[in-house]
């Protein structure tokens, strides 16, 4: 097995006990949710339990957005970290974008940041 496919394998987070060292900035993950997978909002939790943890919800329209992954399980994108919402577009097969409609993630094991980076530049050009 692979690194990639070991690291995939994972749900929510990778092995071994270390975080995920996230890639993006906040603002980066706002557009990249926004502009790769057509999401409306992306918000902080102003209700959330513990106040020094920062969680986001974000979705489309009145609906939280989705991502499915791997093992065929999906996981709603709400009251997630900025670590968790990064490694979802690490390991989500794709993502709800509209009432039952999912769509591919390109950035779907894209480790490096640069490679990201450079698949959500391209995408924008088409």
Request: hydrophobic fraction near 35%.
């Amino acid at each position: 097995m692979d690194c990639y496919s070991k690291l995939k394998s994972h749900r929510f987070d990778p092995p071994g006990g270390w975080r995920w060292p996230c890639r993006f900035s906040l603002e980066e993950l706002n557009t990249t949710y926004h502009k790769l997978f057509g999401y409306n909002w992306f918000e902080l939790n102003a209700d959330r339990a513990i106040k020094t943890i920062e969680v986001f919800h974000v979705g489309k329209d009145r609906v939280y957005g989705a991502v499915r992954l791997e093992d065929g399980g999906y996981q709603h994108l709400e009251s997630c970290t900025i670590e968790e919402l990064d490694w979802f577009l690490f390991i989500g097969q794709s993502f709800l974008a509209r009432e039952e409609t999912w769509m591919p993630n390109p950035l779907f094991g894209k480790l490096g940041r640069e490679d990201a980076l450079i698949t959500i530049d391209l995408l924008q050009q088409l």
